[in-house]
């Protein structure tokens, strides 16, 4: 009762805009009346639905609004194939990524477990690669130092 229709909705949710009222009317509003309608017309007006879309007979909604059997023309009951739901799909389960994730960690700890892990040795070589120095990029970082600590002393 007290949320705005769906084509009163704000239409930028997003921004930040200063409020002014519309400068012109809106014409694609539709049916406002069930802004204003009782529950009694709520009512009447939901049958009404119901026996343009097919969900009701001419009885129940005669019956629902007081009239007599010949006010509303009758209807024929759905088929039985037609009221059925679907048929379920009944494709096996697929297995999550999490699932096969864990199967797979599973296996690779239970093959790693039997076997014996081989140590290496330390060499010199690879391990203090990182620490390798350049002797000419030694330098050009050293002359460019020296460069930027001249600018600074000649203030």
Do not use: C
Request: hydrophobic residues 40%.
């Amino acid at each position: 009762m007290t949320a705005l229709p769906a084509a009163m909705s704000l239409r930028n949710t997003g921004e930040v805009t200063a409020r002014s009222f519309l400068q012109k009317s809106i014409s694609d509003r539709g049916d406002t009346s069930a802004w204003t309608d009782s529950p009694a017309e709520r009512k009447r007006k939901a049958i009404e639905r119901g026996l343009a879309d097919g969900t009701l007979n001419g009885n129940a909604a005669s019956a629902a609004l007081g009239l007599g059997s010949a006010a509303v023309p009758k209807r024929r009951p759905p088929s039985a194939a037609a009221a059925a739901p679907p048929p379920v799909p009944t494709a096996p389960k697929q297995k999550s990524l999490m699932e096969e994730h864990l199967a797979r960690m599973k296996s690779d700890a239970t093959a790693t477990a039997g076997a014996p892990k081989a140590v290496e040795g330390w060499n010199y070589e690879r391990d203090m690669k990182a620490r390798r120095v350049n002797p000419k990029a030694n330098k050009e970082f050293i002359d460019k130092a020296q460069d930027l600590m001249a600018n600074f002393t000649t203030g």
